[in-house]
C-alpha cells in the first residue's frame, strides 16, 4: 500500500514525527493508502514557507498569475482520469458523476484565470485639492485553506484558485477521509511552476492540524467549508490573531412547493437531483414544504423517480448513487432516519442498508424518502447531509414562509409556483443567501454561493464575489500637489 507525502516549501517530505493514517474506500472498507499526519511542527514550517514565498508571488504580474492557473486548468485535464479515479475510490463518486466534477474543475479553473484579469480597484473622488485618493486591491496574504470531504475536488479548487491568483500563498488542509486526493491535487498544481512555498499541503486532523493553522500568527486568512459548529471553533480560535476568516457552512434548505406549481415537474426534477453524490451537498434540500392539496401528488411522482435510482458501486458506469463517504456519516443519518419514524413520520421508500453483495461491505443507504414529516422532528431540524428526503405539508403560504424561515441556517431554498408574482413575494419574504424558482440548485463558476445569512457562512464563494473575498482594498493618498 502506498504512503503519501505532503508538500512543504516546494518539496515532498514525511512529517517530523513520521506518524501516518490511513484512508479508506467507502465502497470496500478497505484500506486505500496512508498520508502523513502532521504535527505542529509541520504547520510551523510551512507557515514559513508560505510567509516567505509571500512577496514575490505577490509582486508577480496579474497576467502571469493568471497564466499559472491556465497552466493547473490545462493540468487538471491532462490528469483528469487519475483525479476520476480517486474521487471514485477515496469518496465513492459515481464514475459518470466524477467525470462531470473534472470537466467542472477544467471550466471553473478557465473563468479564475480570466475573470482576475478583470479585477479592479477604485479612484475616490477628490475632496482635497491636487490630491489623489485610491484604494489598490492587494491579497490578503497568507491564507490556509480547510477543506471538507464532501465533494472534495471541487471544494479544493474553489478555494486554491482564487486564493493563489489574486497573490495570496496557501496551506491546503484537505479533510482527513480525502487527503489522497489532497495530495494528487497538489502534485498536478506543482506542475505548473509554482514558485517555491506558494502553495503547502498538510494532511491530518482538523482538532489539531486544523486548529494549529487557525491559530497560527503567520497565518492571516482562513478560508473554510464545513460544519458550522467547526466553523465557530474556527472563528474563536482565529480571533486570537484577528485573521480574516470566510466559511461556508451548513444549510438546512427548504423548497416550497405551492398548490399553483407544476407539481409532476417539480417532483421528477427535484428527485432527480436530490441523491446524486448521495445528497452529501450543501445544497441538497432538507425539508420539502408541499401544499396539502398537491401534496399527495408530489409525494407519489417524488417516490416513483427515487425507487428508479441505480445504486451501485461507484466504477460501475450505470450507477447513480455510490455509497457514503464515511461510516461515521451513514450512521448519523441512519440515526435521522430512525428517530423520524420514532417521531411519526413514514418512510415511504428506503430507510435502510442494501444487504446484497457486493452493496452490503461498503457505506451504503437506499435511497430514502421520509414523509409526513412535522417541522419540530429531529430530521427536519438538523442538516441531514445523506440521501434521505423529508416532506411536509403546508396549508398557506403566510404559514410556509414562516416554517421556511425558521431555522439557523440561511443557505439557499427553492420556490415551485406557476404564478410569477407569487414566486417573487416569496422569494422576498426568504431569509436565506440563494433561491432558485421552478429549478433545483445549478451551480456555474459564475454564480455565487454562499453569504451571511444566519449560522451557514461568513462571505460568499465563487463567482467574481468569491474572488475578492481573497482582496483587501488598500487605501492610497497622493498629493501632488
Ligand atoms: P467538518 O467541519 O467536520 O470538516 C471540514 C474540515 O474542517 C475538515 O478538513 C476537518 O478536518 C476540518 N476541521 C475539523 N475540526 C476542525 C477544527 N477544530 N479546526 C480546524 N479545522 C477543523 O465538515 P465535513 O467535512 O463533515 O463537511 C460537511 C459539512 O460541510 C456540512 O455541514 C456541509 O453543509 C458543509 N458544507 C458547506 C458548503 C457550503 O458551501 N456552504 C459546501 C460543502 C460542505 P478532518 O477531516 O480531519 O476532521
Not at 494532511?203 to 464545513?226: C, E, I, K, N, Q
Not at 441531514?384 to 431555522?407: H, M, Q, R, W, Y
Request: charged share 20%; with cysteine.
Amino acid at each position: 500500500m502506498q504512503t503519501y507525502k505532503m508538500f512543504i516549501n516546494g518539496e515532498w517530505v514525511d512529517t517530523e514525527s513520521g506518524k501516518t493514517f490511513a484512508t479508506i474506500n467507502p465502497s470496500t472498507g478497505e484500506e486505500l493508502g496512508r498520508v502523513p499526519q502532521a504535527g505542529i511542527e509541520d504547520v510551523d514550517k510551512a507557515v514559513n514557507a508560505a510567509n516567505q514565498a509571500l512577496p514575490e508571488w505577490s509582486k508577480m504580474t496579474q497576467s502571469d498569475r493568471a497564466k499559472t492557473i491556465l497552466r493547473f486548468a490545462d493540468l487538471v485535464e491532462e490528469h483528469s482520469e487519475e483525479l476520476v479515479d480517486l474521487e471514485v475510490n477515496e469518496h465513492g463518486t459515481p464514475i459518470m458523476l466524477a467525470r462531470g466534477f473534472a470537466a467542472a474543475a477544467v471550466d471553473q479553473l478557465e473563468y479564475i484565470a480570466c475573470i482576475s484579469r478583470g479585477l479592479m480597484g477604485q479612484v475616490l473622488p477628490q475632496s482635497i485639492p491636487n490630491t489623489i485618493g485610491y484604494l489598490q486591491r492587494v491579497p490578503i496574504g497568507v491564507c490556509a485553506v480547510i477543506t471538507p470531504w464532501n465533494v472534495p475536488l471541487m471544494m479544493m479548487l474553489s478555494m486554491i484558485g482564487p486564493a493563489l491568483v489574486t497573490g495570496n500563498t496557501c496551506i491546503l488542509k484537505p479533510a482527513s477521509v480525502s487527503s489522497i486526493l489532497g495530495v494528487k491535487f497538489t502534485e498536478i498544481l506543482e506542475k505548473a511552476d509554482l514558485p517555491r512555498g506558494v502553495m503547502n499541503l498538510v494532511t491530518g486532523p482538523g482538532g489539531s492540524v486544523g486548529d494549529a493553522l487557525t491559530t497560527h500568527p503567520g497565518v492571516d486568512m482562513v478560508r473554510f467549508t464545513g460544519a458550522s459548529d467547526t466553523g465557530k471553533e474556527i472563528l474563536m480560535a482565529a480571533s486570537q490573531t484577528v485573521k480574516k476568516c470566510v466559511m461556508e457552512l451548513g444549510g438546512n434548505n427548504p423548497v416550497i412547493v405551492c398548490e399553483d406549481a407544476n407539481v409532476e415537474k417539480a417532483a421528477k426534477l427535484q428527485a432527480g437531483r436530490h441523491y446524486g453524490n448521495s445528497a452529501q451537498n450543501c445544497s441538497t434540500p432538507g425539508r420539502y414544504y408541499v401544499h396539502e392539496n398537491v401534496y399527495d401528488e408530489f409525494v407519489e411522482v417524488f417516490a416513483n423517480e427515487v425507487k428508479g435510482i441505480n445504486v451501485g458501486l461507484p466504477w460501475d458506469e450505470k450507477t447513480a448513487m455510490g455509497p457514503m463517504a464515511s461510516l461515521q456519516q451513514l450512521e448519523k443519518v441512519e440515526y435521522y432516519i430512525k428517530t423520524a419514524k420514532e417521531q411519526g413520520a413514514r418512510i415511504v421508500c428506503g430507510g435502510s442498508r442494501p444487504s446484497t453483495p457486493p452493496l452490503d461491505k461498503g457505506h451504503f443507504l437506499m435511497p430514502t424518502v421520509v414523509a409526513d414529516c412535522t417541522h419540530d422532528m429531529t430530521i427536519v431540524r438538523e442538516e441531514i447531509f445523506g440521501p434521505a428526503a423529508c416532506i411536509l405539508k403546508f396549508s398557506s403560504e403566510e404559514e410556509v414562509v414562516k416554517l421556511a424561515n425558521d431555522s439557523e441556517y440561511g443557505l439557499c431554498a427553492g420556490v415551485w409556483t406557476e404564478n410569477g408574482s407569487k414566486a417573487m413575494k416569496i422569494t422576498d419574504e426568504l431569509r436565506v443567501d440563494s433561491v432558485f424558482i421552478n429549478m433545483p440548485r445549478m451551480m456555474t463558476p459564475e454564480f455565487p454561493w454562499g453569504g451571511n445569512v444566519r449560522q451557514s457562512g461568513v462571505g460568499k464563494s465563487d463567482s467574481v464575489c468569491g474572488m475578492e473575498e481573497f482582496t483587501d482594498l488598500k487605501f492610497i493618498c497622493k498629493s501632488y500637489s
